[in-house]
């Protein structure tokens, strides 16, 4: 039987690119301490924030929440948790109850912002328009999300938002990004990026963990999994960059750790130089690329759509 390397209790999980065995209790000790390192490595986060935490009440969300949590008071920082209800009937519903649970053991704030409150209409609503287009409905939702959470964190009053996004969706994104010819795009990906005309900072402070990891977190800490996935899930190009990342670990362990290296260094020495510089949008004033922000574009296609319809 393997034992664990600290403390010589039971073996419950082996890393395969370290040959560290731990057990569940040291195991998710590594997890809340990797956390806190790449927190402070990229300076997430400061004395006296007040920090939101995006929780769509998927597994890993529910993770963050319960780290961030844990480790709040020597941080310093007071944590107030946020979601967004994009209308998804039978699904979104689930992972919001979810959320409400632990919110509500943990004592923590909670906020819930709806698309149809802030845009107008519900995701269900608005993919009718969308079917047939070359946008994929993730990155359609996504474009709103990302809007929303901006509009939750402002109306929560917070200097900074945590999102649960892990080394394997970090290394998937850098893939996505050189797969479309979009370099341009790269500086966003920084983890230290500033940029003033944005309200809030972004971090992710399980950039540098597993998504395996997270799962095998979520599974032994007790949070509830979603029982449905998002019917409109379909990533297209993500899902085969996922399978070959996954393939190439199985086959090389600690790529995808090598892989995260690269892409920091990459982004540090070529990112943050190639960034575009935001403009107001035209209409909202939040940053564009010029004209129209890509929520007032799509809202205003979303709208035409709907009323043609009647
Ligand atoms: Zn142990
Ligand atoms: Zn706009």
Not at 109 to 122: A, D, I, R
Not at 211 to 216: K, M, Q, S, T, V
Not at 240 to 253: F, K, T, Y
Request: aromatic share 8%; proline share 2%; with cysteine.
């Amino acid at each position: 039987m393997s034992v664990c390397a600290k403390c010589g209790g039971k073996g419950f999980y082996t890393r395969r690119y370290s040959g560290e065995t731990l057990c569940v209790g040291c195991f998710g000790e590594s997890i809340v301490e990797k956390s806190r390192r790449t927190m402070a490595k990229y300076r997430m986060v400061r004395r006296g924030d007040r920090v939101g935490v995006a929780v769509s009440g998927g597994k890993d969300s529910l993770a963050l929440l319960k780290v961030l949590h844990g480790i709040r008071q020597d941080q310093g920082t007071e944590l107030v948790a946020i979601s967004v209800d994009e209308g998804v009937a039978g699904y979104r519903d689930e992972a919001i109850s979810h959320a409400r649970g632990l919110t509500s053991e943990l004592g923590i704030e909670h906020l819930v912002l709806s698309y149809k409150e802030l845009f107008g209409f519900t995701l269900d609503e608005a993919l009718d328009w969308k079917e047939d287009r070359e946008v994929s409905s993730c990155s359609f939702c996504g474009v709103f999300r990302r809007r929303a959470i901006d509009e939750a964190a402002a109306k929560a009053g917070v200097s900074v938002v945590a999102t649960a996004h892990n080394l394997d969706d970090y290394v998937q994104t850098f893939m996505m990004n050189l797969l479309h010819g979009d370099v341009s795009r790269l500086g966003w990906l920084d983890p230290a990026y500033e940029d003033d005309s944005f309200p809030v900072r972004r971090v992710k402070p399980f950039m540098e963990i597993y998504e395996e990891e997270i799962a095998l977190f979520a599974y032994s800490s007790g949070l509830p999994l979603q029982s449905v996935s998002c019917p409109y899930m379909h990533e297209g190009l993500r899902s085969e960059v996922r399978d070959w990342l996954d393939e190439l670990e199985a086959g090389h362990s600690g790529m995808k750790n090598v892989l995260l290296r690269s892409s920091l260094d990459v982004i540090t020495n070529y990112g943050s130089a190639s960034r575009k510089a935001s403009v107001p949008c035209s209409n909202c004033g939040n940053p564009s690329s010029g004209g129209l922000c890509n929520v007032c574009r799509m809202k205003a296609a979303v709208e035409q759509h709907i009323n043609y319809r009647g």
